[in-house]
């Protein structure tokens, strides 16, 4: 079999252009280098130390029970038969981004993917693409858990779904991705924890998404995050707060296609906005914030 590509984005004269491939491959376990070993090891134990008190209790004892540890890379073969047991889902090696119904096919099937190579040294802290670190560390412990797994995989068919209604249905179904899966936040604990992937994989948000003053925390509500713009180049203006993985499981159950017909008509909000009738847990303050490009 040849070797896998790493297909990373490019930069051309229009400027950062992602490079998408639905390639699936075995993960070249015996290529990785000392220095990806390291790299791994590196970023392992900063987060871990971090994440104690910050991220989800459901992600720290998930993480623990797939037997992901600092010392070297994980094999996908030996999680695979761990997660396989737990909840059905199973990893698959990637090149680099997929297209986004490949995405959802993989979603809806249980199969999870994850890009093969991991970054740089000098991308420890920022790359502006998911990698290994990213994928496996933050992603992958909650589908272990049972009520998320399954959350997963009707997002999956979901997106599936709204590929076949349109661009507007998918750029709805898109924010809520964004806004749970990379970049949510759950109560717990008496407090905030972390549960979104984005987060988790960045030492810098880790802090910022439960510390910092300027962003808006604000309850979870469907529709409400539907409609919200989100940033990809800076720290979120705005976190949404789930209660429990059964409340993002329930809330997500109706059939969307009737809420898509009724967005269709409305405006978006600013990433940083707080709208009327939301649960504010913490209006932010915005300082730092950069005014233009929500996407
Ligand atoms: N209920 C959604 C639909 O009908 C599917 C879905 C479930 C989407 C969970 C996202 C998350 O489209
Ligand atoms: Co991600």
Redesign the pocket.
């Known amino acids: 079999m040849n070797e896998p590509r790493r297909v990373e984005h490019q930069l051309t004269d229009k400027g950062y252009v992602p490079v998408y491939t639905t390639a699936v491959v075995e993960q070249p376990w015996s290529s990785y280098s000392r220095t990806d070993h390291e790299v791994w090891a590196t970023l392992f134990a900063r987060q871990q130390e971090l994440l104690k008190g910050r991220a989800s209790e459901e992600f720290l004892r998930q993480q623990a029970a797939m037997g992901m540890t600092a010392d070297r890379i994980p094999k996908f073969d030996d999680l695979n038969r761990v997660l396989r047991k737990a909840t059905g889902w199973e990893l698959i090696g990637v090149e680099g981004l997929l297209p986004e119904l490949t995405f959802f096919e993989h979603l809806a099937n249980r199969r999870f993917p994850v890009t093969w190579w991991i970054r740089r040294p000098e991308q420890l802290d920022y790359l502006s693409e998911p990698d290994l670190f990213h994928d496996l560390f933050g992603h992958v412990p909650l589908l272990m858990h049972p009520v998320f797994a399954d ?1 997963m995989a ?2 999956g ?3 599936v ?2 590929h076949g209604i349109g661009q507007d249905a998918l750029v709805n ?1 898109t924010r ?1 991705y964004w806004y749970t899966v990379e970049f949510g936040l759950i109560r717990e604990a008496g407090g905030l924890r972390i549960y979104g992937a984005g987060i988790l994989s960045s030492k810098g948000e880790s802090i910022y998404c439960l510390e910092s003053e300027a962003p808006n925390r604000i309850g979870f509500d469907l529709e409400r995050i539907m409609r919200t713009r989100y940033r990809i180049d800076t720290y979120q203006k705005t976190y949404f707060v789930i209660d429990s993985y059964e409340q993002l499981m329930s809330a ?6 009737p809420i898509y017909a009724r967005l269709a008509g409305q405006d978006s909000f600013p990433a940083g906005s707080v709208q009327p009738g939301d649960t504010v847990i913490h209006r932010g303050t915005g300082e730092g914030w950069l005014d233009d490009g929500d996407v």
């Open positions: 959350y009707a997002y068919r979901g997106g779904k709204a179904l809520l997500t159950a109706p059939d969307f296609t």
